[in-house]
T-cell receptor, first 114, second 109 residues
Framework: DAEITQSPRHKITETGRQVTLACHQT?????MFWYRQDLGHGLRLIHYSYGVQDTNKGEVSDGYSVSRSNTEDLPLTLESAASSQTSVYFC?????????????FGPGTRLTVL | GQNIDQPTEMTATEGAIVQINCTYQTSGFNGLFWYQQHAGEAPTFLSYNVLDGLEEKGRFSSFLSRSKGYSYLLLKELQMKDSASYLCAVIDSNYQLIWGAGTKLIIKP
């Protein structure tokens, strides 16, 4: 069965370190998204991609970067982790239609920055 | 600015019916999603509305009124497994998805 996976599921790091969160989908979807979810806030879009070599900034992109070298993967990198980036991170994918198609979410990565 | 309002938390009894409301003020409208999210898990798709009216899917129904900027999710015959957060999300005029903060639904026996 097709799926979307994230790794690691839990990560503790220190302020200033570079961290990369992995996202891998076997749906063969063109679109991939990264969100963060914090208490009291809705899902907030960090970056998204509509296909290989395409990346776009979301509403909370500062301090984060992504690259899309193939269809299956969209790793999220925190260049220099900050305590404000402690959050739960979800990756999602959709077949087409930009943001208008149903999104399928990975299980999430809980990141703690000390 | 863009805004989606949902109640933070609701409580209902097993076997009963509950209605979760979502009101939105966005720059344009191109559709509305409802997702379910159990604690510690990923959101999963429930419904999509783009035209006014009621869409029924088993025990769950979703209603949309574009003129009022309003939607609701109706859950019937509540079961304990329905305890979860319910997320409303609107597609705006730029085809961006705007998420509400979600409504935590607690089901009591």
């Amino acid at each position: 069965d097709a799926e979307i996976t994230q790794s690691p599921r839990h990560k503790i790091t220190e302020t200033g370190r570079q961290v990369t969160l992995a996202c891998h989908q076997t749906w063969n979807h063109n679109n991939m998204f990264w969100y963060r979810q914090d208490l009291g806030h809705g899902l907030r879009l960090i970056h998204y991609s509509y296909g290989v070599q395409d990346t776009n900034k979301g509403e909370v992109s500062d301090g984060y970067s992504v690259s899309r070298s193939n269809t299956e993967d969209l790793p999220l990198t925190l260049e220099s982790a900050a305590s404000s980036q402690t959050s739960v991170y979800f990756c999602a994918s959709s077949e087409g239609g930009g943001h208008t198609d149903t999104q399928y979410f990975g299980p999430g990565t809980r990141l703690t920055v000390l | 600015g863009q805004n989606i309002d949902q109640p933070t938390e609701m409580t209902a009894t097993e076997g009963a019916i509950v209605q979760i409301n979502c009101t939105y003020q966005t720059s344009g409208f191109n559709g509305l999603f409802w997702y379910q999210q159990h604690a510690g898990e990923a959101p999963t798709f429930l419904s999509y509305n783009v035209l006014d009216g009621l869409e029924e899917k088993g025990r769950f129904s979703s209603f949309l009124s574009r003129s009022k900027g309003y939607s609701y999710l109706l859950l019937k015959e509540l079961q304990m497994k329905d305890s979860a957060s319910y997320l409303c999300a609107v597609i705006d005029s730029n085809y961006q998805l705007i998420w509400g903060a979600g409504t935590k639904l607690i089901i009591k026996p």
